[in-house]
């Protein structure tokens, strides 16, 4: 693991790379008692030509920093930080697994370590990276769709909130709607927002929206990153892509629940998928709203723009198509 320890009195101390072990620390951590932490989730591959390469780290560095501001903890040198990282990993570089269906999981972890019931900016911090192999996601090898449970009693995130930066907070207050949403037979979460009910994001994963929109255009649609939005790197490859294809329109725009509804009876809608960094992409087939199920016809649809955008980036990640975005480590 990675180890980093920070003082407002002493900056920051030197990195070390030591064994993975439990932490020691006082019972009143603001970590603890006022959830004063964040954490990033990113990868590393194995290529087909034997490499070990890291997808895009640099934006997953971005939006650490951004979520340390939010959550008043220490800043940090993101090309320092992205360093460190990539020692450790070839440090480690037997955990990456000999498969191009599994990766290294990498999650870098910053919480506030200050020993005081105070509710205020932490006087101490600690900077760690924990390191695990992961299989596929999709323990068949194909593509399985998910349902989802959308139900507007439920919010993730709010405006002028903390939905756009990836703080634990955010997640464990979503796993009581999660445990709702499997008891009713749903995989996931839609989660809504707002009176119209505007779709925003899949369980913990950004939301596509592949249709015909209302004026007749092929359209790739996303919620905008208006503060509840988690700027997902898997999404932001995904736009990009898609952009660098032009063969149709893509958009950043607000979807509710009466647009797709109306798309569905119109025969508008081609596929819905969420994207994330463990699932890449991951085909959506049905909704449960207002006690209706809503069918989606991904499946039906091949999933062809599924598909597409999930072999083009894991044939980058592999190291199968030569790309800037793919960091190689050794």
């Not at 006082?26 to 004063?36: G, K, L, Q, R």
Request: aromatic content about 10%; proline content about 6%.
């Amino acid at each position: 693991m990675l180890f980093i320890e920070w003082s407002l009195d002493s900056g920051w101390e030197k990195p070390q790379i030591k064994p993975l072990e439990n932490l020691s620390v006082h019972p009143a951590i603001s970590a603890f008692h006022y959830a004063v932490e964040l954490f990033e989730g990113m990868k590393a591959y194995r290529g087909v030509d034997g490499k070990i390469r890291l997808f895009r780290p640099r934006l997953n560095m971005d939006r650490m920093l951004r979520s340390a501001v939010r959550a008043t903890l220490p800043g940090f040198d993101k090309e320092e930080l992205l360093e460190c990282i990539r020692k450790l990993v070839e440090v480690e570089k037997e955990w990456v697994p000999y498969s191009t269906a599994a990766s290294l999981y990498i999650r870098p972890t910053l919480i506030g370590t200050e020993p005081s019931l105070g509710v205020k900016k932490p006087s101490k911090a600690l900077l760690y990276v924990i390191l695990s192999p992961v299989g596929p996601y999709f323990s068949s090898g194909t593509f399985n769709p998910i349902s989802l449970w959308a139900d507007p009693k439920y919010v993730r995130a709010w405006k002028g909130g903390t939905g756009d930066c990836k703080l634990g907070g955010n997640y464990g207050s979503s796993i009581y709607a999660q445990r709702e949403a499997m008891e009713l037979g749903c995989q996931q979460v839609l989660w809504l927002y707002g009176e119209d009910h505007q779709i925003t994001e899949v369980g913990t994963m950004n939301l596509f929206l592949h249709w015909q929109n209302e004026d007749g255009e092929e359209e790739l649609s996303t919620p905008p990153l208006d503060g509840i939005i988690l700027p997902g790197v898997t999404r932001q490859s995904i736009l990009d892509l898609a952009h660098k294809w032009g063969q149709f329109k893509v958009s950043e725009r607000y979807i509710t629940m009466s647009d797709l509804i109306a798309a569905l009876k119109d025969r508008r809608v081609k596929e819905m998928f969420g994207a994330g960094t463990a699932c890449v992409v991951c085909p959506v087939s049905t909704i449960l709203y207002m006690g209706e199920h809503l069918h989606i016809p991904t499946m039906e649809n091949g999933p062809k723009i599924a598909t597409r955008f999930l072999k083009q980036l894991t044939d980058i990640q592999y190291g199968r198509e030569d790309s800037e975005w793919a960091v190689v480590v050794s």
